[in-house]
Nanobody, 115 residues
């Protein structure tokens, strides 16, 4: 059974930083496309950043230059480094994995940015 467990969320003031982590179990991690999504209250879930098995990355325009996604295949972990946080980054952040056959979501971790 594939499981994704996120950690690293919390409350921070605008301009601060957080690093989210997502550990995957029950899957060959290196074969998964990994991504971070977020969902703010009353809004649709959106893709924040993704990283392929070849380590190519993509970002939503609103976080480019501030967020960095990375992966450590030896630790079965994907990270999201978030700098220069803004109140509009407040959301539940979800880890996502896709090995081409199965899509899996984590339970989410809450990020709150105060002004």
């Amino acid at each position: 059974q594939v499981q994704l467990v996120e950690s690293g969320g919390g409350s921070v003031q605008a301009g601060g930083s957080l690093r989210l982590s997502c550990v995957a179990t029950g899957t060959i991690f290196s074969k998964n496309y990994m991504a971070w999504y977020r969902q703010a209250p009353g809004k649709q879930r959106e893709l924040v950043a993704g990283i392929t098995t070849g380590r190519s990355t993509n970002y939503v325009d609103s976080v480019k230059g501030r967020f960095t996604i990375s992966r450590d295949n030896a630790k079965n972990t994907v990270y999201l480094q978030m700098n220069s946080l803004k109140p509009e980054d407040t959301a539940a952040y979800y880890c996502y994995a896709d090995d081409g056959h199965l899509e899996v979501w984590g339970q989410g971790t809450l990020v709150t940015v105060s002004s």
